[in-house]
């Protein structure tokens, strides 16, 4: 805040707002007292933050008597006030194009895959292989989630082809906000993540590219476990955020070994969970071909039955 003096005028206050989203790349020098001397941080909402922000929208909209907000905002965890209201707004359009006078929970929990994945492709058409491939990989992923006990439960699952490149797509939703993350809730993620290629080696012997990017997320995961964490007991300590600029080359290869040692580990958890599994793995899979879209619910009653 800088204060000005014209003549016998009144003082001038001259306040200079700056906002960014990243912050690990300000100059110090700006941060100087007398320069930018308050950082306020606008950090992500909570759930009853989301909770509340998707209320404050909705009073714009025509909502159906039974929308369970609660629910959305357990399903969007991590979503910013701007994609919460996104969120409300593909619920419109969609009850618009359905001729529906009122947004449903379905137009809402449609609009969180539209946001999260991007919307239906209606055009795209899969051979009868390839839906039975994307349909066993999806399943893999849910079968594997639904047998470790501390995995979020499986909300949704679908073999619909979206816009952003998934043939497929299952959904968990936690049953709260979770801040920290221990080991064994990392290992279940990778693990659950590797449940998709698992399935596709069980059942047809085969890996597609269909894993392309639970790879990917499962990979990234289990570095930070190595490098960011200290999770692994053989380093004894912490590596750091940075990688491998700040250790050495032998260290280095130690790390990639350690990554892989995770994901092989849990892709072989994966694999046995599902081989034990097998009847209810290919009732599942047969279920999901035929409907293409399946509740939380349908799975666990197929799962669970006799």
């Known amino acids: 805040i800088y ?8 003082p001038i206050c001259v306040i200079i707002l700056a906002a960014t989203n ?13 320069r930018f001397d308050r950082q306020v941080r606008m950090e992500l909402p909570d759930l009853q933050g989301r909770i509340d922000i998707l209320k404050v929208h909705a009073k714009k909209y025509k909502l159906a008597a039974n929308i369970d907000f609660n629910l959305i905002a357990r399903a969007t965890a991590g979503a910013s006030g701007a994609q919460l209201a996104n ?25 969180i895959e539209v946001v999260i994945a991007g919307a239906q492709k ?36 679908t073999i619909v082809p979206r816009t952003s490149g998934a043939l497929g797509y ?8 979770k801040v920290l993350i221990s080991k064994a ?44 964490y200290g999770m692994p007991e053989e380093f004894g300590g912490y590596l750091g ?21 995770i994901i092989k580990e849990c892709q072989q ?6 081989k034990a599994n097998e009847p209810k793995l290919h009732e599942l899979a047969d279920y999901l071909i035929e409907k293409e879209t399946i509740t939380g619910e349908e799975f666990m009653t197929i799962l669970n039955a006799d």
């Open 185 to 228: 809730d990392a290992l279940n993620r990778i693990t659950t993540l590797c449940g998709g290629r698992a399935a596709e080696e069980v059942v047809f012997n085969e890996i597609t590219t269909g894993a392309a990017n639970d790879i990917e997320q499962a990979t990234q995961m289990a570095r930070n476990m190595v490098v960011k």
């Open 241 to 261: 955020e940075s990688g491998q600029a700040t250790y050495s080359a032998d260290t280095a290869r130690r790390v990639d070994e350690a990554v892989l040692s």
């Open 170 to 177: 299952t959904m968990q939703v936690d049953t709260e906000d």
């Open 269 to 274: 958890n994966a694999r046995e969970l599902l």
């Open 22 to 34: 990243r912050p690990d790349v300000l100059d110090p020098a700006l941060l100087r007292p007398g």
């Open 3 to 10: 204060t000005l003096s014209l003549h016998d005028a009144l």
């Open 87 to 111: 969120i409300l707004n593909e619920g419109a359009l969609r009850a618009v194009r359905l001729n529906k006078s009122e947004i449903s929970q379905a137009d809402l929990e449609e609009s």
């Open 122 to 157: 209606k055009n795209a058409i899969m051979s009868e292989a390839e839906k039975k491939i994307v349909s066993y990989h999806e399943i893999g992923h849910a079968l594997v989630a639904a047998k470790q006990s501390i995995s979020a439960p499986v909300h949704k699952i």
